[in-house]
């Protein structure tokens, strides 16, 4: 008779396999609640302890690591000496490993987790007896997880060597994931010496960033509840890869915001983005700063949508919406449009501990804490004769707050809770203040506009330009060496210039 052990936390499919197995004349070998659930479904299981001669202990910290298992896992089918060894130490062969690992990640994920609960999470026996079992794959079956145990009964009849393969290597792809979590909560330093991140496919892509490139979406397992990561999809197409990245910035920059505000994104720069006492107000005003450009954008609205803004919506072509909910009018209007994806997300605003995010490069990847800078009145340094008013002061904060989300050089012109006009990826940042004062200009609010720069202006030509053009008051970092000619600048002008000592670049 073949030899089964099932040794497994998630019982979810247990019993159907093992009733599979037994049908297929295996024996099965057990432990502990699994040997318990099998036996309370009436089925013939034997206890691992009377495999080994040796009983389970240290409250079950020890149970299969024996060599009367791991033996009956390891040896090679082929290999006359190690069948030989079987036979006189009294080993039988073990055909099928079925194991799933104690929950560690569920267990830090819960609130006020000791480390103590946690390592005891840690399992030793089952990614011991996993490995075993796929480093033997030419002869054993490795099962991980419970979703494969139809196919596994099936690849049982048909000797099917190419799906245990596979199985093999998920065990392995399953384990080294569970060693990374378990690495990065033990040492959280944010830069290790040896990074080991782990993410999971959530879903295949139609395409990448063209139709003639392959893509797919990986998670995280700690991928934090205001990520597009858990965001519901509630209607719509299947998102692409440009929609997850355009998505994903867009949500970054609705996060910064308490009041109600609308952010419009197209290729992961703001198009357009409003505040207003109430949501349709920050939508009209997100959508006048740029008519044109809004056009297959990608929404975010940091309050429910109701109904006179889903009308608003719904005249434009519009990729994505995402909200934290759609009264159920507006829903039924938005969802008129077969392919409009609508995504509920959750929100956090105001996030002032930075996390760790990362960039991949060619041969390696990129690792930095977020920019979660915010700055406030108080951070502000007049450097010009003109002081700036209370009103320029609120504008210049608020385009500051837009300005770190705009690829550089990066420009923003704004009023009133409302971007005007905005110079991205430039070369060269007279090239932005050129763009976006050019848009600036054509919308009707634009008398009184501030300006704001992610960076110190190496010449003072922005300046000039922007005084030129009408522009009152600039926020910039300051810092570079020709900071006085900027200054001067703004003084002939009757500019008001104030300094942050923070920069904003977004590559």
């Excluded at 690849?155 to 596979?166: I, K, P, V, Y």
């Excluded at 944010?190 to 991140?197: G, I, L």
């Excluded at 998505?247 to 197209?266: F, G, I, R, S």
């Excluded at 940091?302 to 109904?307: E, S, T």
Aim: aromatic fraction near 6%; charge should be negative; proline fraction near 5%.
């Amino acid at each position: 008779m073949k030899r089964a052990l099932l040794s497994v936390f998630d019982k979810t499919g247990l019993v159907a396999l093992a009733q599979g197995l037994i049908a297929r004349d295996f024996e099965l070998v057990s432990t502990g609640g699994t040997k318990r659930a099998l036996e309370a479904a009436g089925l013939p299981v034997t206890g691992v302890e009377t495999v080994t001669g040796f009983p389970e202990m240290l409250d079950g910290r020890v149970k299969t690591l024996h060599p009367k298992i791991h033996a009956g896992i390891l040896a090679k089918r082929d290999v006359a000496s190690h069948m030989a060894a079987l036979a006189d130490h009294d080993i039988t062969p073990i055909d099928v490993v079925v194991v799933n690992l104690y929950p560690f990640a569920a267990t830090i994920a819960k609130p006020n987790t000791t480390r103590a609960e946690a390592i005891e999470q840690i399992d030793i026996g089952g990614p011991s007896a996993l490995r075993a079992a796929a480093k033997n794959a030419a002869a054993v079956w490795a099962v991980v997880d419970p979703a494969d145990y139809a196919q596994v009964l099936t690849g049982l009849d048909e000797d099917d060597a190419a799906l245990r393969a596979r199985l093999a290597a998920k065990v392995f792809q399953t384990t080294a994931a569970y060693d990374a979590q378990i690495a990065a909560y033990l040492d959280p330093e944010p830069f290790p010496a040896t990074f080991t991140p782990t993410f999971t496919k959530q879903q295949s892509l139609r395409y990448g960033e063209n139709s003639h490139q392959d893509a797919a979406f990986y998670v995280a397992p700690d991928a934090p509840a205001e990520s597009l990561a858990h965001a519901q999809q509630l209607h719509g197409k299947a998102l692409s890869f440009n929609n997850i990245r355009d998505a994903d910035a867009t949500l970054a920059m609705v996060n910064e915001y308490q009041q109600p505000t609308v952010v419009a994104v197209k290729h992961m720069n703001p198009c357009g983005i409003g505040q207003g006492a109430t949501i349709e107000e920050a939508w009209d005003k997100a959508y006048a700063a740029d008519p044109m450009s809004i056009f297959g954008g990608i929404i975010a609205l940091n309050r429910p949508v109701d109904l006179a803004t889903a009308e608003k919506m719904h005249k434009l072509f519009l990729e994505i919406i995402m909200a934290p909910s759609f009264d159920d009018d507006a829903y039924a209007v938005l969802a008129k449009k077969k392919n409009l994806r609508l995504l509920t997300v959750t929100l956090a605003p105001a996030q002032t501990e930075p996390r760790v995010e990362t960039v991949a490069v060619l041969g390696g990847v990129l690792r930095q804490t977020t920019d979660t800078a915010i700055e406030t009145a108080a951070d502000l340094t007049v450097v010009t004769q003109t002081k700036p008013t209370t009103e320029q002061i609120e504008a210049m904060l608020f385009a500051q707050q837009v300005v770190k989300h705009v690829k550089s050089n990066a420009i923003v012109i704004a009023k009133q809770g409302q971007t005007l006009g905005i110079g991205a990826g430039q070369m060269n940042r007279i090239g932005s203040v050129e763009i976006a004062l050019k848009q600036a200009q054509q919308n009707a609010n634009f008398a009184g506009a501030v300006m704001a720069s992610d960076a110190f202006f190496p010449m003072d030509d922005c300046v000039e330009y922007a005084a030129q053009h009408d522009i009152k008051a600039i926020i910039q970092p300051g810092g570079s060496i020709r900071d006085q000619d900027s200054i001067a600048m703004a003084d002939k002008y009757g500019i008001a210039m104030v300094t942050t000592g923070v920069r904003h670049f977004r590559h």
